[in-house]
């Protein structure tokens, strides 16, 4: 486990403590209000008579228990993490965490007790800065942070453009039954995914929007829009992987966490690029029926970049370190297995939507 730095004065961390609770009811509610959305277009799903009404159900079914698995790692992991926070503080300030539980009156005081502690632990606990420590503390759990990290990205614009628009032919990872530019699906409350991908790993932001692109069917509307211009595209993608690269020089210096706060702003781009307040902002946009290549050029530049990184890092680990040693890496604390099992997780939920899109290709031409 790492190490558990405190700070003495809690009026410091009065603002983290804050953004630690907003963290943990905003992911709550983010993930109550898109469940709720498939959840209602799941229901109507399901009461299609049609076969391909039957297919998207047990589709998003799968994508859902892939959401469930993905949070209840997540939530094991990130409590482990908490646990051992907390254990750590409580030994440092040498406090008693319940006392007197045989009396109701006493406990009744020491639940409220308690709960001050918790608050003192949360003001005094630098939790943001050891947690990102902790996940790039050598090369071998930089690997897999790395990882993660690098598919938030393709993530980022994977959500953004299928929550929008449909029938971009081509991408890594295409929606279902896309067939024309001009078709439109419209997901509801799209930036709610993204919020969740960023307060949590991505898989579960991930899993959910499978499902959501499963049960919301797309209609042409034949209707033209504004997009941004490849190049506008694909410099917040260019900057991402560049800041990314230089993320392991800068730990333990004053600028981490701002490199940390930078890569987090970068991954909203691709959802403000294609904002209603950014294309009327006057910046360069191009034609729907030049969107394809746009699109295509920024997934190939972040599955470019992502490929680059991946070697770089996995030369420098293996420098360090033999391959197996790599891969138990994920083991070694709990913060380090919350990603490094969300990446797999990832891999997996890409696979098993690319399978099916296989399926659905191969019936659409029989």
């Known amino acids: 486990m790492a190490s558990i730095n405190t700070n003495t004065d809690p009026i410091h961390n009065v603002g ?14 983010l993930s109550m209000l898109v ?46 993490y908490l646990i051992y ?20 009156y006493v406990f009744t005081r020491s639940t409220l ?46 959500i953004s453009i299928e929550g929008k628009q449909s029938g ?5 990872l295409p929606s279902a039954n896309s067939d024309s530019i001009g078709t439109r699906r419209q997901v509801p409350h799209l930036w709610a995914y993204l919020a969740i991908g960023q307060i949590l790993p991505i898989s579960f932001a991930q899993n959910l929007f499978f499902a959501a692109i499963l049960v919301f069917p797309i209609s042409d509307d034949g209707s033209a829009t504004q997009v941004p211009s ?4 694909c410099l917040p993608v260019a900057a991402y992987y560049l800041l990314l690269s230089k993320a392991p020089s800068s730990i333990g210096k004053p600028s981490f966490i701002s490199v940390i706060v930078l890569l987090r702003l ?42 680059v ?32 099992y969300d990446f797999i997780i990832y891999v997996v939920s890409c696979l098993a939507w690319l399978s099916l899109e296989r399926e659905e290709t191969k019936r659409n031409v029989a």
């Open 85 to 104: 926070s907390y254990q750590g503080w409580v030994t440092s300030k040498g406090v008693d965490v319940l006392p007197g539980l045989h009396d109701p």
């Open 16 to 29: 983290g403590a804050i953004m630690f609770v907003g963290y943990v009811i905003a992911a709550l509610f």
């Open 266 to 307: 970068l991954l909203l781009s691709p959802f403000i690029l294609r904002s209603p307040t950014f294309q009327a902002s006057g910046f360069t946009t191009m034609s729907l029926q030049n969107a394809q290549s746009g699109y295509s050029t920024s997934y190939v530049l972040a599955l470019f970049c992502s490929g």
């Open 113 to 158: 007790h308690f709960t001050q502690q918790i608050w003192q632990w949360l003001t005094e606990s630098t939790l943001f800065q050891n947690f990102a420590e902790t996940i790039c503390n050598d090369s071998a759990t930089f690997w897999w942070t790395q990882q993660a990290l690098l598919v938030t990205m393709v993530s980022a614009l994977f």
């Open 309 to 340: 990184l991946f070697v770089q890092q996995t030369i420098w680990a293996l420098r360090e370190n033999k391959f197996s040693e790599i891969l138990a890496a994920v083991n070694t604390d709990s913060a380090v297995s919350a990603l490094g």
């Open 35 to 80: 469940v709720h959305d498939i959840y209602k277009a799941h229901t109507s799903t399901t009461l299609s008579s049609s076969n391909r009404g039957k297919n998207v159900s047990s589709q998003s079914q799968l994508f859902i228990a892939l959401a469930l698995l993905s949070f209840s790692i997540l939530s094991y992991h990130m409590l482990s």
């Open 230 to 233: 490849p190049l506008t595209q």
């Open 168 to 172: 971009l032919k081509h991408l890594p």
